[in-house]
């Protein structure tokens, strides 16, 4: 059993490629081609971060996704909550459901106590803290990282 599904893995790293690179819009096909991610997942994933207001989305030349808050201000359970939330599980694994029982038998009370110091973990790190050790995909030459050239009009 996995922790957190793919899904919140492509919108972590998405968050993540954004944050490296903030106020410089990123399109579908560049954060698919950073990520290995497939480029109609990420759209959908995309469209969930914006809706949850995490990112910022535009169309058009110079479009594309920038994050709506700066790094230090979204947290990855910002980021989980907003894709594929973890909540305490309803049903016991020794076939009890909260209704049925009025104590929670010790594994539900240990699963949803883990469940919960997995939140505080990360209701406590942000997406800037995971900058300071970057993923191996977040390399410079990596096909969609190169840099927005910025106007030659702004005079520099």
Not at 17 to 34: C, D, M, N, V, Y
Not at 56 to 66: A, P, Q, V
Request: charged share 20%.
């Amino acid at each position: 059993m996995a922790l957190l599904s793919q899904t919140t893995e492509y919108a972590l790293q998405a968050i993540v490629l954004l944050a490296a690179f903030p106020g410089e819009p990123r399109t579908s096909k560049q954060i698919t081609a950073a990520t290995s991610a497939p480029e109609g997942y990420i759209s959908k994933v995309m469209q969930t971060l914006v809706r949850a207001g995490l990112v910022h989305s535009k169309r058009g030349l110079g479009g594309g996704f920038t994050l709506a808050r700066h790094a230090n201000d979204i947290t990855l359970l910002d980021v989980v909550d907003a894709v594929d939330p973890l909540v305490p599980i309803e049903r016991c694994p020794m076939g009890q459901t909260r209704e049925n029982c009025r104590q929670l038998c010790a594994l539900h009370r240990r699963i949803n106590h883990s469940t919960e110091m997995v939140r505080r973990v990360f209701r406590d790190t942000t997406i800037s803290e995971l900058l300071v050790n970057p993923p191996h995909w977040l390399d410079a030459d990596a096909p969609g990282l190169q840099r927005t050239p910025r106007a030659a009009s702004d005079g520099r």
